[in-house]
T-cell receptor
Framework: AQKITQTQPGMFVQEKEAVTLDCTYD???????LFWYKQPSSGEMIFLIY??????QNATEGRYSLNFQKARKSANLVISASQLGDSAMYFC?????????????FGAGTRLAVHP | GAGVSQSPSNKVTEKGKDVELRCDPI?????LYWYRQSLGQGLEFLIY????????KSGLPSDRFSAERTGGSVSTLTIQRTQQEDSAVYLC?????????????FGPGTRLLVL
């Protein structure tokens, strides 16, 4: 069965510094996708970044980059130049391709606190 | 354009009552997903719709939970005879159909509290 593991329940970072949020996954499917979502205290899930299993390069979106290490089955999120508004829960998720659609399996999340 | 909308944003109900939660997906998104997020937890898949049909209901926790979708757009998640363990945030997401719709866009959720 597919599984997502986020081992950091909480992380702290100083404003303007970079932070890495860990995510490891387990799947036997050679084709899969990995996502990171941000959930601020207001509750909505905000899509941040996507990495396909066959993508040759690590995904980047502005201050977000995904450190994809396929052999290690890890997909860590790197946030550069942290801002106070980055304080939120962060979820790693994997697309489970069952029946030709994209059911997401989520990790337990990491709560990030950015300090001034 | 408008994102995914959900109503109500908050719902407080008494144990044993029925509740209906509504999701209005992004226009043109034929795939719709319901998830549940219990306090401090990640999201748990409930049900998937493609158009008006639900090929995957495997995540519905009991027969008290049901969902329907009409006109390929609005979906309603119904919980009958609510229990305290049903208290959670219920999130809806929509996407393009099939594997092309890899990114799911979420609504703001409905926070359900069963007293």
């Amino acid at each position: 069965a597919q599984k997502i593991t986020q081992t950091q329940p909480g992380m702290f970072v100083q404003e303007k510094e970079a932070v890495t949020l860990d995510c490891t996954y387990d799947t036997s499917d050679p084709s899969y996708g990995l996502f990171w979502y941000k959930q601020p205290s207001s509750g909505e899930m905000i899509f941040l970044i996507y990495q396909g299993s066959y993508d040759q390069q690590n995904a980047t979106e502005g201050r977000y980059s995904l450190n994809f290490q396929k052999a290690r089955k890890s997909a860590n999120l790197v946030i550069s130049a942290s801002q106070l508004g980055d304080s939120a829960m962060y979820f790693c998720a994997m697309r489970e391709r069952s029946g030709g659609y994209n059911k997401l399996i989520f990790g337990a999340g990491t709560r990030l606190a950015v300090h001034p | 354009g408008a994102g995914v909308s959900q109503s109500p944003s908050n719902k407080v109900t008494e144990k044993g009552k029925d509740v209906e939660l509504r999701c209005d997906p992004i226009s043109g998104h034929t795939a719709l997903y319901w998830y549940r997020q219990s306090l401090g937890q990640g999201l748990e898949f409930l049900i998937y719709f493609q158009g008006n049909s639900a090929p995957d209901k495997s995540g519905l926790p009991s027969d008290r939970f049901s969902a329907e979708r009409t006109g390929g757009s609005v979906s309603t998640l119904t919980i009958q005879r609510t229990q305290q363990e049903d208290s959670a945030v219920y999130l809806c997401a929509s996407t393009l159909p099939g594997l092309a719709g890899k990114t799911q866009y979420f609504g703001p959720g409905t926070r359900l509290l069963v007293l």
